[in-house]
C-alpha cells in the first residue's frame, strides 16, 4: 500500500514525522491526560522512545504530523496491507476542535482510494472523545479486549470500518466529503 507523503484538508497539513520531531513528540505524549489513552507506547515516553519511533519509519507510509500552523498531533495508518490499524493522538490544548475526524477522514481516504479495507482501530474505554471521532468516521464496534499496556491492563473497545460502510457514509448528511 501505498498512501501519498503529504495529505491536506481545509485546515490542516499531514506531512511524514522528521527527527525534529522527537523532542515535541515526546513533551506531548508524555502529558497526563494524553499518556493513559495509548495503548502501544512505553510509559513514561521518553525521548529517546520518540528517537527510535522516528528512527523506525524508514521508508514507511501512513504516518503524519498533524499541522494547524502548530504541530498539534500525528495520525497513523500501519501501512502493512494484511493488518492495517488507525492509530492518532492529539496534543490535549487541541481537544474538542474536530482536527482529528478532519486528519483520520483525509488518512482514511487516501486509504480506500488504494486497498479495500477493512481497518480496524480502537480506543479504551472511557475515552469519549476517540469513541466519538471513531463513530463519526463510520467506525463500528466489535468487541472488547482486555490489553496490556505500559501502564498495566486496559478494556479496549475495538473497532472496524469497511470500505463499504465507508462509501456509504460519505453518502450522509454531514458524511465524509467526496
Known amino acids: ?27 506531548e505524549i508524555a502529558h497526563p491526560e494524553v499518556a493513559p489513552w495509548l495503548t502501544s507506547l ?9 528517537e527510535t519511533w522516528l528512527g523506525s519509519l524508514g521508508q514507511q507510509n501512513g504516518q503524519y504530523v498533524i499541522e494547524a500552523g502548530e504541530r498539534i498531533g500525528v495520525v497513523t495508518l500501519r501501512a502493512d496491507p494484511d493488518h492495517p490499524e488507525l492509530g492518532y493522538w492529539l496534543c490535549r490544548d487541541q481537544w474538542g476542535q474536530g482536527y482529528m475526524t478532519e486528519a483520520a477522514r483525509a488518512v482514511l481516504a ?10 480496524p482501530s480502537g480506543y479504551v474505554l472511557g475515552n469519549a472523545q ?11 464496534n466489535t468487541n472488547v479486549v482486555t490489553q496490556a499496556t505500559a501502564r498495566g491492563e486496559v ?3 475495538k473497532m ?15 458524511g465524509i466529503p467526496a
Open 130 to 140: 476517540s469513541a466519538n471521532t471513531l463513530r463519526k468516521l463510520g467506525f463500528v
Open 1 to 27: 500500500m501505498s498512501l501519498p507523503t503529504h495529505l491536506n484538508t481545509a485546515r490542516l497539513t499531514l506531512r511524514p514525522p522528521v527527527a525534529s520531531d522527537a523532542v515535541w513528540i515526546a513533551r
Open 155 to 157: 478494556e479496549v473497545q
Open 110 to 119: 487516501a486509504y480506500f482510494s488504494v486497498r479495500p479495507g477493512p481497518v
Open 160 to 174: 472496524t470500518l469497511t470500505r463499504t460502510a465507508w462509501l456509504d457514509h460519505a453518502k450522509e448528511p454531514g
Open 42 to 50: 512505553p510509559y513514561p515516553y521518553t525521548l529517546g522512545d520518540a
